[in-house]
């Protein structure tokens, strides 16, 4: 967590300034990976003010971010993640905070989690496979090519 908290306010801004949009409310919790799924199903829980659960798995990762009643909760399992990545990780999952300020992002992935969690069902099987899968493409495309602004934290 020391190395999230030393570089977490540049990594911030090395995002913003790239991307020309300002990050909302984020906070960055470090987990260890028994715990890592638990943060996200409790985040997710709290948001839609259920305690329902999520009809698919979440997908394996070193680090998740997901909608939070207060803006964006981005988790990092500190134990699936390489030391030479965190930093990469990090301003990845920052890139997703800043998208998720986009509002029709933010409904994007709010619609996303209340179908997951059975709350309210998504668009046709069309829109879900083909328009919203692309959609996410291109988000986790703009997060991996800004990947590289890690080269320049301390």
Same mark, same amino acid.
């Given at each position: 967590?020391?190395?999230?908290?030393?570089?977490?306010?540049?990594?911030? /801004? #090395?995002?913003?300034?790239?991307?020309?949009?300002? #990050?909302?409310?984020?906070? *960055?919790?470090? @987990?260890? =990976? /028994?715990?890592?799924?638990?943060? *996200?199903?409790?985040?997710?829980?709290?948001?839609?003010? =259920?305690?329902? =659960?999520?009809?698919?798995?979440?997908?394996? @990762?070193?680090?998740?971010?997901?909608? @939070?009643?207060?803006?964006?909760?981005?988790?990092?399992? #500190?134990?699936?993640?390489?030391?030479?990545?965190?930093?990469?990780? %990090?301003?990845?999952?920052?890139?997703?905070?800043?998208? !998720? $300020? /986009? /509002?029709?992002?933010?409904?994007?992935?709010?619609?996303? *989690?209340?179908?997951?969690?059975?709350?309210?069902?998504? $668009? $046709?099987?069309?829109?879900?496979? !083909? %328009?919203?899968?692309?959609?996410?493409? %291109?988000?986790?495309?703009?997060?991996? @090519?800004?990947?590289?602004?890690?080269?320049?934290?301390?």
């Amino acid at each position: 967590m020391a190395r999230i908290e030393a570089i977490a306010g540049q990594a911030a /801004r #090395l995002v913003q300034d790239q991307m020309q949009e300002r #990050l909302g409310y984020v906070e *960055i919790v470090a @987990s260890d =990976t /028994r715990g890592y799924l638990d943060r *996200i199903l409790a985040a997710e829980q709290q948001m839609l003010g =259920t305690r329902t =659960t999520p009809k698919w798995e979440y997908p394996e @990762s070193l680090a998740h971010a997901t909608l @939070s009643p207060s803006g964006v909760l981005i988790l990092v399992d #500190l134990e699936a993640t390489p030391a030479r990545e965190l930093d990469k990780t %990090v301003v990845h999952e920052l890139v997703h905070a800043v998208q !998720f $300020g /986009r /509002r029709d992002v933010r409904d994007f992935v709010l619609a996303g *989690i209340r179908n997951n969690h059975g709350v309210e069902k998504a $668009g $046709g099987w069309l829109k879900v496979t !083909f %328009v919203d899968n692309r959609r996410v493409a %291109v988000h986790e495309r703009e997060a991996r @090519s800004l990947e590289r602004l890690a080269s320049k934290l301390p």
